[in-house]
């Protein structure tokens, strides 16, 4: 299996641009979540779905933050408009729901800067 | 609702010494227990976890954690560091009712000095 497959893997943008992050979760598996990680704050979970429904976005900073999921196999996290403070790693992650171990699946992470 | 401290940002031992990183949870429900490891530049990767069958779980790289109940705890731990443990070190939580996310602590880095 391939993993959690994110792009682009680095993403240098301007402040006041549109950016969009994109995520393949693992084949089969019903959860997929969003994280964001800085040094200030750690891990912060921004949302989640399950079965490609939204469940908690309690965690979006802003409405300059959106997510979708139009598909099992695929994730957007939009971020319009960009600025400097949302500099930060963002991690898309995936698991089952079945064998309710919880054991989520990270991928490689989007280094996102603003300038 | 649950949450996880991590005590010490930062933790530094000798290469071949203990590696002990301390985990504390809170959790109103029985909880399944995490621990990831994340190298530089890289995603996080899952090194053992809890799920309410043995009390001491071995996980890869010669780790293992031992949870205990009374104390809220879920510490790490490995006899002997070696250069390559050197990374980022992450306890997490959630409830064991199958539809909770992992509630993560701050990490823990660890840096393996030879």
């Known amino acids: 299996d391939a993993g959690v497959i994110q792009s682009p893997r680095h993403e240098v943008t301007e402040m006041g641009q549109e950016v969009t992050l994109r995520c393949k979760p693992i084949?089969?598996?019903?959860?997929l979540f969003w994280y964001r990680q800085t040094m200030m704050r750690g891990l912060e979970l921004l949302i989640y779905?399950?079965?490609?429904?939204?469940?908690?976005d309690s965690g979006m900073p802003e409405d300059r933050f959106s997510a979708k999921m139009p598909n099992a196999s695929f994730s957007t996290l939009k971020i319009q408009p960009s600025e400097p403070r949302d500099s930060a790693v963002y991690f898309c992650?995936?698991?089952?729901?079945?064998?309710?171990?919880?054991?989520?699946?990270f991928g490689p992470g989007t280094r996102l800067t603003v300038l | 609702a649950q949450s996880v401290t991590q005590l010490g940002s930062h933790v530094s031992v000798s290469e071949g010494a203990l590696v002990l990183l301390r985990c504390n949870y809170s959790s109103s429900v029985p909880p399944y227990l995490f621990w990831y490891v994340q190298y530089p530049n890289q995603g996080l990767q899952l090194l053992l976890k809890y799920t309410s069958a043995a009390t001491l779980v071995k996980g890869i790289n010669g780790f293992e954690a031992e949870f205990k109940k009374s104390e809220t705890s879920f510490h790490l731990t490995k006899p002997s560091a070696h250069m390559s443990d050197a990374a980022e070190y992450f306890c997490a939580v959630s409830g064991s009712s199958g539809n909770t996310p992992l509630v993560f602590g701050k990490g823990t880095r660890l840096s393996v000095i030879a």
């Open positions: 779905f399950n079965n490609n429904v939204p469940i908690d």
């Open positions: 992650a995936s698991r089952l729901d079945r064998g309710r171990s919880n054991e989520q699946f």
């Open positions: 084949s089969g598996h019903d959860y």
